[in-house]
């Protein structure tokens, strides 16, 4: 592959693309999911978070070292993306449970860019 293509497609942030090397085939998702690097401070999103992050194993140190203590106690949150050092993400947002929001299930924090999934921008 030429190298000024692949340059180029390395910079590609809104989507993952594969491609070979050693061929011209690349391949360009057909997704309306939203990758991390692609997130606007500010922003709203809906994030799924995975099981990771919901029950942490004993050595895990993210609500510790990270979060004062606190881990969230819901699946999905309508979040604000505030920033980002390195790869994690900090947000602030409320819990949503079956399409409703809850109001009084707050949680502000930072999570690791392979332990949440962006459903969609709000």
Avoid at 22 to 31: A, E, W
Avoid at 84 to 113: Q, R, T
Wanted: with cysteine; aromatic share 10%; hydrophobic share 35%.
């Amino acid at each position: 592959m030429n190298k000024i293509i692949k340059d180029q497609l390395n910079k590609v942030r809104s989507v993952k693309l594969s491609f070979d090397d050693n061929t011209t085939q690349i391949l360009i998702p057909k997704s309306s999911e939203v990758i991390p690097e692609a997130l606007n401070q500010g922003d709203v999103y809906l994030i799924k978070l995975n099981d990771k992050i919901l029950n942490p194993s004993s050595n895990s140190t993210l609500a510790a070292n990270w979060n004062s203590g606190r881990v969230p106690n819901h699946k999905m949150y309508k979040v604000e993306f505030l920033e980002k050092m390195g790869n994690m993400y900090k947000f602030n947002g409320i819990a949503v449970e079956d399409g409703v929001d809850l109001y009084n299930e707050s949680w502000f924090g930072w999570i690791p860019e392979d332990c949440f999934k962006v459903e969609e921008k709000l």
